[in-house]
């Protein structure tokens, strides 16, 4: 998978995507993180990449035309269609049902305004999607893109060692995940739970099921309307 990062600080993703799970896939040729520097592709000894607002007010708007420039480069970079998503807090708040559609796709040129954003003429144009992280206000839309680029990849087959532990993952089956515990047994701060030493994975499937279930209802009740529960699952909610 080819993501290309079209920012003022294109390098600070690409170090985000260097550590861990995606820097191991992006030293095995899994993923590859290139950045497109929108001054690069600006005119005049400034080379400017903002301007005032029409009709005043604070901050800066980034201008049309390095920025179209950079996306044009970063298609041309490879011949495989991308989708362009603009980091954006006006977005479609990102999930993990989002994130795996973003991993089905072979590119990506993930957008990141600063500043008051992007002149809207762009985004209407040339975006794809907006994507937010939350509904808070960052100085840049890169560390949203870093956010993109870790939980896409790690999704991609071949980067987790298990390919399991992401199926098991919060939110992919529309429940938290349960608790985990390792060694030692026993610690001053408690003892692991029985069953999950007792090498009946039955039982330990059903613990860890409630435990889901339980944590879900008490943390993030809302999950509990849009996951899919069979009755034994009802039957535990209800008890
Ligand atoms: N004036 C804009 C607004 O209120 O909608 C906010 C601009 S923000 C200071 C600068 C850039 O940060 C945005 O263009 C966007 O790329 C990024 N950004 C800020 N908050 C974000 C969020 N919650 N999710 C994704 N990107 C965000």
Request: proline share 5%; net charge negative; glycine share 8%.
């Amino acid at each position: 998978m080819r993501i290309d990062i079209v920012s003022l600080f294109p390098d600070f993703v690409a170090q985000c995507a260097a550590f861990g799970v995606v820097g191991r896939a992006a030293e095995r040729g899994l993923l590859s993180v290139h950045g497109f520097n929108p001054r690069d592709y600006a005119e005049g000894n400034y080379r400017r990449v903002d301007d005032r607002p029409f009709g005043g007010g604070p901050g800066m708007v980034m201008l049309i035309d390095p920025l179209r420039a950079s996306l044009r480069a970063a298609r041309d970079a490879d011949p495989a269609p991308a989708k362009v998503v603009y980091m954006s807090p006006q977005g479609a708040p990102l999930t993990q049902a989002k994130v795996r559609e973003f991993a089905t796709h072979e590119r990506l040129i993930l957008l990141c305004g600063r500043y008051e954003g992007i002149d809207e003429r762009l985004i209407r144009a040339e975006v794809d999607e907006e994507i937010s992280i939350g509904d808070y206000v960052l100085s840049g839309g890169e560390l949203a893109a870093a956010v993109i680029v870790d939980a896409v990849a790690r999704l991609r087959e071949g980067v987790l060692g298990d390919a399991e532990s992401a199926v098991q993952d919060s939110f992919e089956d529309g429940l938290l995940d349960c608790p985990h515990y390792t060694r030692p047994v026993e610690h001053e701060l408690g003892s692991v739970p029985e069953v999950l030493m007792s090498g009946n994975h039955a039982e330990i499937a059903k613990w860890r099921r409630m435990q889901s279930l339980g944590r879900t209802w008490e943390r993030r009740p809302d999950l509990l309307d849009e996951a899919t529960l069979s009755k034994a699952d009802r039957k535990l909610l209800d008890a």
